[in-house]
């Protein structure tokens, strides 16, 4: 009668989901750090959910080290699986202030942005990467969860992945430097990264600015290429960019070109990288500069990241950049 039990235990006993490992796992850690739940009991508060057609973000309310909500997303990972899967698969996080019994639906709104333009892409948001922020000033940097870290279920390691609010000019900041390193700097001065819009700067204090800018300056940018919402390139020489491409170029020939690094800007299958002692090389989809210094020293005199057109000397390029409509 082995078969008959193997049997019952299938009917009665479903495989467990993905998403079974991802609640509890988020449950026990939420629960060390929250007055609401009993010392005798199992589970954390229950959390507040934002649906969004195929994915929900979930809030739970946190108290320790600071009151917060702590966001988190269900459904970028494949939370409704049994089926084990290679590699790591994410799930994304944003702890924002305690303001009132019902959390803000802007921080869940934020975090719905960026999976669906995960889903859009098919490129996953990883440690080290940055967003923009949509209908909010400045932007995100993402770090590993301090608290959640990653779990290794039998359905396949999911990390999770926080997004740090930042200020525009602490954005800046992180890309001349090192998003790592900055997102150091924050989380210092900003407990588990609880943030949101109404926080100041932390550039703003004098001994943060000199040391971060000291950084920058001495080590140069991490940030080797940077997707562009305009790019088209041809034979002759010319690139069509737009205005916050631009901005990245001229970031790149002050902390990458000057340090003898390459970058590029990209566009689906259209790319143009600088790297130092290269030939120029072009046609319709690519275009290869030498990345030298005097082309890096050219850029930051003569560019602006405004609309208009730039005719550079120091290689074969004429720049047309065009506004972020």
């Known amino acids: 009668m082995s078969w008959f039990r193997e049997f019952a235990e299938r009917m009665f ?36 959910t934002f649906a969004f057609d195929e994915l929900e973000v979930r809030a739970y309310p ?3 080290p600071v009151p917060h909500y702590l966001y988190v997303t269900f ?48 490129n996953d948001i990883a440690p080290g990467h940055h967003f923009t922020a949509k209908n909010l000033p400045g932007g995100f940097l993402f770090i590993t969860d301090p608290v959640l870290g990653h779990i290794d279920p039998p359905t396949g390691i999911v990390r999770f992945t926080q997004a740090l609010w930042v200020t525009p000019d602490e954005l ?36 943060i600015r000199k040391r971060v800018d000291a950084a920058a300056l001495r080590e140069g940018s991490s940030l080797g290429a940077v997707e562009a919402k ?50 120029f090389e072009a046609d319709e989809t690519h275009m290869q500069l030498d990345g030298s210094v005097d082309l890096a020293n050219e850029i930051i005199a003569t560019v602006d990241p405004l609309p208009g057109t730039y005719h550079l000397t120091a290689a074969p390029v004429t720049l047309h950049i065009v506004g972020n409509s």
């Open 13 to 48: 006993h479903a495989p467990r989901l993905g998403g079974n490992a991802i609640s509890e796992h988020i449950a026990a850690r939420t629960q060390e750090f929250s007055s609401d739940s009993s010392p005798d009991s199992n589970t954390a508060p229950e959390p507040f």
């Open 62 to 64: 946190v108290e320790a």
């Open 75 to 122: 459904g970028l990972s494949r939370v409704r699986s049994s089926v084990p899967v290679a590699g790591t698969q994410t799930e994304l996080t944003m702890r924002v202030p305690h303001s009132g019994p019902v959390p803000f639906a802007w921080p869940a709104e934020q975090l719905a942005t960026m999976v669906a333009s995960v889903w859009r892409s098919g």
């Open 172 to 207: 800046e900041a992180a890309l001349c430097w090192d998003v790592f390193a900055f997102a150091q700097v924050i989380t210092e001065h900003l407990p588990l990264g609880v943030g949101d819009g109404e926080r100041g700067s932390v550039l703003g204090v004098p001994s």
């Open 230 to 279: 305009i790019l088209d390139v041809d034979a002759t020489g010319r690139i069509d960019l737009d205005v916050n491409a631009a901005k990245a170029l001229i970031r790149a020939a002050r902390y990458r070109l000057r340090f003898g690094r390459r970058f590029a800007l990209v566009r689906n299958n259209v790319w143009v990288m600088l790297a130092p002692d290269v030939g």
